[in-house]
């Protein structure tokens, strides 16, 4: 495979990339530092794209047959992908990396050994971690919760498990740490004591953050909002969900939110949505980059393609000053019919190239200016006078009466939601 | 109409109570005690069932054409209503109450005129207010919000017609005060600045709290849940959007959650679950009794008649140890096909039977233990070991690390969710 | 209002077209040819937008008082709309045009003396009608159903209302003649007969087909699907399901599909999928051009601006060689806080700039060729072989289980997604 | 494992029947001829429990490691659990009997080699096939469908597939066959000839009649409707589709529907609703007694618990006089966290006491007669007079129109759904 290179808008090769140029520079800062691009070991390296309907379509077994020859086939594959790919950054769970052993014991230090297979490949290539993660959900064991499971001793694993990941981001330069709740949530009421199981979960959070602090992880923690899928509710739902936790209790200054496109619209809301309330509350950390069908019920991960969606990602991005610890990860995979490793790369490449081209159409908008104006204009009455007092705390529900019953006219000025709609629409395509 | 009495299960008269037994004892405390039934002003008196597709189909001007005439002669109907319903408590919006008048001055002296006449009513009947609230979405004005309008002044009216509604409510003697944020959402984010317009309305909340608490209010101040509709996000999405919301702005001493089941289900949530979500947060306040649809995507305010539902709901109530300043008020209006005054009563009638059901069942599940007993058992293992150091926060990640390498066997219970749902069936059908 | 212009790509007047150019030629017909946009007289001349929260926030009564004048008045405000627009069609409901009156036979004449109007507005401006229908819907008589009424009375009152639409219809020149089945559905299986519903729906089309065509009508009888709103289940659900009716009952040869796309992702499937499948039947029929929020559960009808969705619109519609009696028809309103005028004018640039675009990039799809040429070379295998004999009807199971015993390999190719979905993007941003 | 018994309402035995008792008689016949009760293979012996996040936490190797020794234990067992669960049916693929082997002569081989084995068992048992069915679309080969599948050596791989599962199906006594369109849909239109593949899906659906018929086959064939899962769109989307694409290709006096209930829910619709749509086409054929949760958008497959649900199901099939070559299957897995086999025992006696008191309370409300009185008396109109003619084609619109006109008052009767609910709930708990 040949790496792929910038081709620019006029280019007809599905094999180039059209929007993404790294090094071409927007506010400021070059694209690659905007979007920090990751791979996700799981759906790219790991996974045969079998559905519950069907086997794997696409072999993942990098011709090796037992396990930690695999485990380092896949490395040695992943990093070429990235090479080719102009990707920087990675994401994984403990086990994409290594594979189960027999006992607690064996798993972990398997994972051990591939910590410095990669360690040694990113000193190879320059590629970089973005965050690390624990998979405390596919082993049968965790069932019924990892850090909400029934059962202390399954919780005491999780915690084994969430300690060696924590310590494999802080070995390989990781700046993220992150949460997915797999399980943590529930399939009925009938069984389950929530009150218990949600503040088990604050518990191992609190444990985890004050383990990694004294290891002497930097880095942000992410917790990743999804509704339901795998349980029928998770207990992270959504972003607002997620910030109430944290800060109930006492975990908003050393976590962040990871935002996932799909996950948004299984919740009910926009991604733009999700991103626009953990930015106004100062925790949006990173961005799970990748698409759903929002006729489908479920969690499609498929590459993201749409521009509208990647413009309004990005809009939010810039208005919140870049992602920092964070990055944008490629939660996506190729459809189960896309079974060659040339899909692989073109997923990939339309994902870069719709954010890449996301990007430049936000930054167009911020310079156009109009959209922006109109808002700041549509507030002005809480500028000055009344409003600004409202707006300090310095009135009462009695002062407000009296003025209100003195108010000659009210102005309701349209909120001109066609005409916002129509600069978006000039400024894509023009 | 003559008065509804309860006959009893095997009664086969539709206009006759089967399971609502006013003085039944159920707990220590009779059903009306725990039940606490409440006419909703707006649907019963008010809506003429049109929809957006068609006028309405039942006429409700009571004969009257003067606008202060219609009003009275709508609270003696509803009077006479709840009377021959044995309903104790009612809830109103001001606008359900009086009319409009030309300006906001004319408006409020209405509402006052009109919370006199109600007041007598009340001391003739012996029927109490269990909530007020102010209509701050269905006036032009409010188009984009209220408390979360643009324009100050709106903010400014907004808070004019709640110090009226908190007044109104106060010398009526109701328990709650009830916010449900009508137009407080957005359309599209392209005009809206949501950090403003959130933090307004906490604002708004903190001015309303402060003026009931200095006028004398003793009750409680309930937020009530609804994700979509009539905006396309509400801000109050769901139970712990607005818990998250609530202690972040320090609301949450005297603010607790009036939860409608089909405000529930939009969101994506069980009734059952929004219920336990404030339950164990301490912040039950009051119930919307209704039902909604699940295949379709709005609001459809249907009597409750799901017993399975019901039931839920009534499991939740004791365990929470009932409601206090709150109620079950039935936010349910009848079918726009069921265009008489009879179709009413028995959207009523079939409305409390159910709930009277099902805090029967919700009894007998509770008395049978094994479902209690289940869930108890389910978590032992943190009473005790290593479990009890994780509850009561005596233990780290290093500790449980080294812990869980120790284990020997991992047990997974069995959820025995169908076992479960084996004995709900039996003890419903028995 | 001056006239609105087409002023090109790199306009940023939102008062001018930017894409669409009516003489523009585009496969060898002008654009308004091909998309004969046609104004919605309910939603542009009558609608308040209020909701079932709130009244309307923009009077409609153009300065008169009595029912007649406003009737004028909005006819002509109506053309002087279109005429600035370049809008060529209108589209109405009997019930849009002139007011009720007291009895069925005034409102009747209402009618016709509203039609004598219109025809003189037609004739000075060159302005045509392109579908009329009757509203048997917004009516209380109508509330269970009008041709699925329970009353026979009321199904001859919707046959008079239908007679009358179809003579209005002819009288002003109109092509197409709509039935959407406004409450042809119900609320519960519990009270309706849907046998009896479903014969008699279809005795209404046989017999409005009939008159209609001795009536001298020589255009198309359209069906408009919509799944849900305002009954819970409508009879014409989906394409498909309108489809295999009107075959069942020998209608498919009058009859062809009125596809609307928010209707159709309320039916959970693509707008694409709808005009796709009325396509292959021979029975695309008319559009109603508008656009849903995918995270709602109703029906919005918000003025089209996604470019992709009207992308593959037209790409349907250009594979199918055009609509013949039918128009895209602006089923869509401005939102509520739309509240100007101005506001209703860029909302048809809008939505008329979107399918400009649309078509546009389809024109481009198709002469770029890898997409129809990945399609048909993905099928190859049915052109010659054993799988021109399946086509051609010419093999059976046995033949074919022998043929399968043999084959030595099995090629499954990749359904390159990815791909595809960037050489979209390439073709619509470039 | 004790065989279950009947032991009543009263009894609280989870692991004994409170309402199925085979013999006891309803309208006639017993309750095991009109529920005709089937085991479903592939969840209940073959499923591992596993879902896209994790591994399965059931092993169902049965102790033996060849495939074949497996595949003969599986059946030892499964004739073992329906003896003890007094269940007379079974229903498989092809690929739940036997395992695949190295070519496809291989695996149908090893087809017929477990028929024989199985045609053993049932002459042991009395047990017997109530259908079988071949599964094309778990083998990668299917990723793009089956009978519409891009190539026509697919094509006709699933043709010998079928051939071979008709066989069994005649060799073993089965009286249904059914479709189910695993992958016969599409994930993109990008990539599909819609038009061609419903061709071929009908060409493939002719050719098995044909050749069934040939063979011997007296049962019915059944299409099971499913709209979406695992393809974005399944052609067989719900019962009016299918209806309509068999009468368009002349398959509709061969081929029934099997409606599941969850298929129902996913697609927008009530179980009872695709149950009635069936019947009122006489092509009501057999069910898939299973559950979904409506809060999720995909096929969750339950053990029903609804009595509601069951109660709709079975007054359906009792006014179309009962399932003749169908019966009721299981197409139910015990939950991911019911690691037990007995679990799954308690998944079926939920699911069977289920359907026995759903056809417990369909009598009564039948013999209750006050909802058929209902709605018989609501379309009365169409007795007599102007309502006969209508019925009975002899009228037309002009006379309706005239008719109309005469009309001195509408009656406009209320629907009265409130009082229909409560009678449902009155005569489901007394």
Same mark, same amino acid.
């Given at each position: 495979?040949?790496?792929i290179e910038?081709?620019?808008?006029k280019s007809k ?9 790294p ?6 800062k +070059? ?5 920090k ?10 996974s ?7 086997e794997?379509t696409?072999e993942?077994t ?5 396990? @930690?020859?695999?485990a ?5 594959f ?10 920087e950054?990675?994401?994984f769970?403990d ?12 798993? /972990? ?7 410095e297979?990669?360690?040694? &490949?990113?000193?190879?290539t320059?590629i &970089? ?5 624990a998979?405390?959900?596919s082993?049968k @064991? ?5 850090a909400? +499971?029934?059962?202390a001793?399954?919780f005491a694993?999780?915690?084994?498990k969430i300690?060696?990941a ?13 949460f997915w ?7 009925t /009421? =009938? ?6 199981e949600?503040?088990?979960l ?9 383990y990694?602090r004294?290891a002497?992880?930097k880095?942000d ?7 339901k899928?795998?349980t ?13 936790f944290?800060?109930?209790?006492g975990l908003?200054?050393?976590f962040? *939110?990871?935002i996932e ?9 926009t ?10 509350n100062n925790?949006?950390?990173s961005i799970?980059a990748?698409?759903?069908?929002? /006729?489908?019920g479920?969690?499609?991960?498929q590459?993201?393609?749409d521009i ?9 991005? =810039?208005?919140?000053?870049?992602l ?13 019919? +896309?079974n060659?490793i040339?899909?692989l790369?073109?997923?990939? %490449? =339309? ?7 996301? %990007? ?7 310079k156009?200016?109009?959209?922006d104006?109109?808002v700041?204009?549509?507030y002005?009455s ?10 300090k705390?310095?009135?009462?529900i ?6 209100? /019953? ?6 309701v000025?349209s909120?001109?939601?066609?005409? *916002?709609? +129509? ?5 894509m395509?023009?």
């Amino acid at each position: 495979m040949k790496p792929i290179e910038f081709e620019g808008v006029k280019s007809k090769n599905t094999m180039a990339f059209r929007h993404y140029n790294p090094t071409e520079m927007i506010q400021g800062k +070059s694209m690659k530092e905007h979007l920090k691009f990751a791979m996700s070991y799981w759906h790219t390296l790991c996974s045969g794209l079998c559905d519950m309907f069907g086997e794997g379509t696409l072999e993942k077994t990098y011709g090796k047959h037992a396990p @930690m020859d695999i485990a380092r086939a896949k490395a040695d594959f992943g990093f070429e992908f990235m090479k080719n790919l102009k990707i920087e950054y990675y994401c994984f769970h403990d086990t994409d990396i290594a594979p189960k052993g027999d006992t607690l014991g064996e798993t /972990l230090e398997n994972v051990g050994v591939m910590v410095e297979y990669l360690a040694v &490949k990113q000193k190879q290539t320059g590629i &970089k971690l973005l965050w690390g993660t624990a998979d405390a959900f596919s082993d049968k @064991m965790f069932m019924a919760g990892a850090a909400t +499971s029934p059962s202390a001793d399954i919780f005491a694993v999780t915690a084994a498990k969430i300690k060696t990941a924590i310590d494999a981001t802080i070995k390989l330069g990781g700046t993220g740490y992150v949460f997915w709740g797999g399980r943590e949530g529930y399939d009925t /009421l =009938l069984n389950t004591d929530m009150e218990l199981e949600l503040n088990n979960l604050a518990r191992m959070l609190t444990m985890a953050r004050d383990y990694g602090r004294k290891a002497g992880f930097k880095g942000d923690f992410f917790i990743e909002p999804k509704p339901k899928e795998p349980t029928k509710h998770q207990y992270d739902f959504d972003t607002a969900t997620c910030i109430g936790f944290l800060k109930a209790h006492g975990l908003d200054k050393d976590f962040k *939110l990871n935002i996932e496109a799909n996950h948004a619209t299984l919740a009910g809301h926009t991604f733009r949505h999700e991103i626009a309330t953990a930015r106004i509350n100062n925790m949006l950390g990173s961005i799970d980059a990748n698409q759903g069908d929002m /006729l489908l019920g479920w969690d499609t991960d498929q590459f993201p393609s749409d521009i509208y969606e990647a413009t309004y990602c990005m809009l939010e991005l =810039l208005k919140a000053g870049g992602l920092k610890n964070g990055g944008l990860n490629f939660d996506a995979k190729a459809r189960r019919q +896309s079974n060659t490793i040339k899909d692989l790369y073109q997923g990939y %490449i =339309l994902g870069m190239d719709t954010y890449a081209l996301g %990007i430049k159409i936000a930054d167009r908008i911020i310079k156009d200016g109009r959209i922006d104006d109109f808002v700041a204009n549509r507030y002005k009455s809480y500028k000055s006078g009344i409003g600004q007092k409202i707006v300090k705390g310095e009135t009462n529900i009695e002062e407000l009466t009296k003025y209100a /019953l003195d108010i000659k006219h009210i102005t309701v000025e349209s909120g001109k939601q066609e005409y *916002l709609e +129509s600069i978006i629409n000039q400024l894509m395509f023009c």
